[in-house]
T-cell receptor, first 115, second 114 residues
Framework: DAGVTQSPTHLIKTRGQQVTLRCSPK?????VSWYQQALGQGPQFIFQ???????QRGNFPDRFSGHQFPNYSSELNVNALLLGDSALYLCASSFEAPPSTGELFFGEGSRLTVL | KQEVTQIPAALSVPEGENLVLNCSFTDSAIYNLQWFRQDPGKGLTSLLLIQSSQREQTSGRLNASLDKSSGRSTLYIAASQPGDSATYLCAVRGTDNAGNMLTFGGGTRLMVKP
């Protein structure tokens, strides 16, 4: 059973460019969340997708957008990249319907470096 | 707004010691609490999940406790091994009304010396 998979694992962009990160959830999971982790800090919630809609959003600007597809996979898009967007981007999946525990499972992340 | 704090930020112990990692949170309206392990440059591995109605969970040498009323959780690691060296993250999940995303602490960086 494959866990959460993310691509690409590493990428380098320059300021002002746009990036798309991809995530496939764990088998049987229907909810995908994205987190940003700066070096030496805990992850910060970006947004959550369920039934192809953004259900919740953290304190991130509109440059950060996402999408969920009918097969539950998801993309994170970041426009007009800034140096401060350099971070590890983590995707997490879960199954939310009761009696689920709501446990989140994370992928290995996509390391974005903005030069 | 939920805030999660982990103490200590870093810890170095000799192999074989029992140790306790601490996590505190400001809003007791939580759905559950998860402890994660993160190796350098890697993703998060879920270690233990405690529902808000539970007091503790155990897995092998790990035991996590939850005191929701005081806003505290501890992760106990018995007989530590060099392979336990990693960053340990505590995260609380809010109820639907409070926003059910995970709020993370800053982590405890653990080094177990042979």
């Amino acid at each position: 059973d494959a866990g959460v998979t993310q691509s690409p694992t590493h990428l380098i962009k320059t300021r002002g460019q746009q990036v798309t990160l991809r995530c496939s959830p764990k088998s049987g999971h229907d909810t995908v969340s994205w987190y940003q982790q700066a070096l030496g800090q805990g992850p910060q919630f970006i947004f959550q997708y369920y039934e192809e809609e953004e259900r919740q959003r953290g304190n991130f600007p509109d440059r950060f957008s996402g999408h969920q597809f009918p097969n539950y996979s998801s993309e994170l898009n970041v426009n007009a990249l800034l140096l401060g967007d350099s971070a590890l981007y983590l995707c997490a999946s879960s199954f939310e319907a009761p009696p689920s525990t709501g446990e989140l499972f994370f992928g290995e992340g996509s390391r974005l470096t903005v030069l | 707004k939920q805030e999660v704090t982990q103490i200590p930020a870093a810890l170095s112990v000799p192999e074989g010691e029992n140790l306790v990692l601490n996590c505190s949170f400001t809003d007791s309206a939580i759905y559950n609490l998860q402890w994660f392990r993160q190796d350098p440059g890697k993703g998060l591995t879920s270690l233990l999940l405690i529902q808000s109605s539970q007091r503790e969970q155990t897995s092998g040498r790990l035991n996590a406790s939850l005191d929701k009323s005081s806003g505290r959780s501890t992760l106990y690691i018995a007989a530590s091994q060099p392979g336990d060296s990693a960053t340990y993250l505590c995260a609380v999940r809010g109820t639907d009304n409070a926003g059910n995303m995970l709020t993370f602490g800053g982590g405890t960086r653990l080094m177990v010396k042979p």
